[in-house]
């Protein structure tokens, strides 16, 4: 389990170890490496939240000896029904800009699949932008994913963008005999 010391191919060595509720600030610094400038009072609610949550990891990797948050992945395991199995999700991934491209990306992938192996989910899934350049650059196909044939639909409820949709006046139904 971790934390674990890995051996990383061109830099220092590199500890991880699991986020805690302390690490906020640098959490939310890495998110913002990672294109995610989220103000503190929003994110700290949720992250308190996240670190109770028992399906859910946030992992960093932490340089040696300075002990400083180089980089994070985040993952949720979930039991899914057409998978008779859990799914582990991984979602958000980024390493400071400073350490790309000297392991610890994949250091860090790696420490997800071995999660995801150690709780025994029947699969890793990452949804990932085409316009990233880890993307362009076959980050996950080099981690060994495959690319899957999926589309991500998505509706945002925090903009106005919802404003048209039929559904948006519907009210929640609890019982299927409400619906009729
Ligand atoms: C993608 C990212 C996490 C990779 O981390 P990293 O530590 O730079 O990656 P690694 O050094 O472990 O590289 C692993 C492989 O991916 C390749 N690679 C793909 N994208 C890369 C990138 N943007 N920068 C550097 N290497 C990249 C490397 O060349 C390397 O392959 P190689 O061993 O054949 O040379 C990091 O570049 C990053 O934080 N990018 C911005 C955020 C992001 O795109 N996150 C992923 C999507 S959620």
């Known amino acids: 389990m971790i934390p674990q010391i890995i051996g990383l191919p061109h830099a220092t060595s590199s500890l991880f170890r699991e986020a805690r509720l302390e690490d906020l600030d640098a959490v939310g610094d890495l998110l913002k490496a990672l294109g995610y400038n989220v103000p503190r009072d929003r994110l700290e609610p949720v992250y308190s ?15 040696h000896p300075e002990g400083r948050a180089i980089g994070m992945i985040t993952v ?13 999700s991984i979602e958000e991934l980024v390493v400071r800009p400073e350490w790309r491209g000297r392991g610890v990306g994949r250091a860090l992938t790696a420490q997800a699949v071995a999660y995801a192996v ?44 919802a404003s048209g949709l039929a559904f948006q006046h519907t009210a929640f139904h609890t019982t299927v005999e409400d619906l009729s």
């Open 118 to 161: 150690s709780c025994r989910a029947v699969r890793v899934e990452v949804l990932t932008s085409e316009d990233r350049e880890s993307t362009q650059r076959g980050f996950y196909e080099k981690a060994g994913f495959r690319r899957a044939r999926s589309r991500v639909y998505r509706v945002d409820l925090t903009t106005q963008q």
């Open 76 to 88: 949720r395991r979930l039991p899914c029904l057409r998978l008779a199995g859990e799914q582990v």
């Open 49 to 63: 939240r996240l670190m109770k949550d028992p399906t859910y990891r946030c992992i960093l990797a932490v340089s």
